[in-house]
């Protein structure tokens, strides 16, 4: 019987020029879909609040269950990795998470909430750490890949200064080695062009240096794979396309799926750019039944796209407000797995 310590690493995640790998085979192997090329590509979904809690007790009862009146995080991840082998089983192949979470309120202009898996001073909680671990052993054990997300506007300023902030960055990196995980890839920062970041290291200008700084990083000869992404419709800077080793792009607020393709195309057109694979890992516009929409646009590109489902504040609805059903409950779900499984032929 093998211990669960010898059973991690089972899936690995690489990149050859524009295309994923799992295991050293092409992503999706052989696959096309009304003509377009889906072998490397990596379908994805926004799930950031997988490992979420909340340790401001004048807001922690806004996310409490509706069967029994409280908030438990452990139920949270319980439920999210219970759901986790139905989303596999239609053809998902990654998912984000996030050490800070996104909005569970799914947009919001102010974060009274606190949902940290860093202290003031950069170390790493945990009680956090527990619940990403259950979360990505069963994502190796699974054959997916997770993209772990570790900074997040509106909770960035609750690292003390920016010698925080950097060593939050080596502390998560070393402990996503430590722990042997080969599926894992991270994201820097959610959207690092956004006005509301405190620390002048998580913004465009100098997010390359922590983008370096986790390349740098290695144990037994592997280091993680890292990008950052930036708001929707924003193209990422020179330096950040450079740096990364693969392209973020987010399709919030582009309601025209030719500007989805618009984005790609710069991307590949700019000077700095050599191959490599550039992914949607943010859009909340969807349209499975319609002939041309946002998710179909990238993928005609060869970009990968992903999946925002902010929801309602109701545990029957997305995939980001809280509490979430993390199972596939409701048609826009069902809507977007059924789309993936035509889409990768995982029916």
């Given at each position: 019987m093998f211990s669960q310590r010898a059973r991690v690493g089972r899936t690995v995640v690489s990149i050859k020029d524009d295309a994923f790998y799992l295991n050293g085979r092409r992503t999706y192997e052989n696959r096309t879909w009304q003509g377009y090329k889906i072998q490397g590509l990596l379908m994805n979904g926004r799930m950031v609040q997988g490992i979420f809690d909340d340790h401001n007790p004048e807001t922690r009862q806004r996310w409490k269950y509706p069967d029994t009146g409280t908030w438990d995080p452990e139920r949270n991840t319980?439920?999210?990795?219970?759901?986790?082998?139905?989303?596999?089983?239609?053809?998902?192949?990654?998912?984000?998470?996030?050490?800070?979470?996104?909005?569970?309120?799914?947009?919001?202009k102010e974060q009274p909430w606190e949902n940290n898996a860093f202290a003031p001073d950069?170390?790493?909680?945990?009680?956090?750490?527990?619940?990403?671990?259950?979360?990505?052993?069963?994502?190796?054990a699974l054959g997916m890949t997770v993209m772990v997300g570790f900074y997040y506007f509106g909770q960035d300023e609750r690292l003390q200064d920016e010698a925080a902030v950097i060593r939050g960055v080596d502390n998560a990196t070393n402990w996503l080695l430590k722990q042997g995980y080969r599926h894992v890839m991270v994201e820097i920062n959610n959207e690092c062009n956004h006005n509301t970041y405190n620390h002048a290291i998580l913004r465009p200008e100098r997010v390359p240096e922590l983008i370096k700084r986790v390349k740098q990083k290695t144990r037994q000869g592997r280091r993680l794979?890292?990008?950052?992404?930036?708001?929707?419709?924003?193209?990422?800077?020179?330096?950040?396309?450079?740096?990364?080793?693969?392209?973020?792009l987010h399709g919030n607020g582009v309601s025209d799926p030719a500007r989805i393709?618009?984005?790609?195309?710069?991307?590949?057109?700019?000077?700095?750019?050599?191959?490599?694979?550039?992914?949607?890992?943010?859009d909340d516009h969807f349209n499975f039944d319609q002939p041309q929409n946002n998710?179909?646009?990238?993928?005609?590109?060869?970009?990968?796209?992903?999946?925002?489902?902010?929801?309602?504040?109701?545990?029957?609805?997305?995939?980001?407000?809280?509490?979430?059903?993390?199972h596939i409950n409701t048609p826009l779900k069902t809507a977007f797995f059924n789309y993936v499984a035509e889409i990768t032929g995982t029916r």
């Open positions: 319980n439920e999210f990795i219970a759901a986790m082998p139905a989303w596999r089983q239609k053809g998902l192949l990654n998912f984000t998470i996030n050490l800070q979470g996104g909005s569970p309120e799914g947009y919001s950069g170390a790493l909680k945990p009680a956090y750490l527990n619940r990403l671990k259950r979360i990505l052993d069963k994502a190796d794979l890292v990008s950052t992404s930036f708001t929707g419709g924003a193209l990422p800077t020179d330096a950040v396309i450079q740096n990364s080793d693969f392209v973020l393709t618009d984005l790609v195309r710069q991307v590949r057109q700019r000077p700095v750019y050599s191959p490599k694979p550039i992914l949607y890992n943010e998710c179909r646009a990238a993928i005609s590109e060869y970009c990968s796209w992903g999946y925002f489902d902010p929801g309602k504040n109701n545990y029957q609805d997305g995939y980001q407000s809280m509490p979430v059903d993390w």
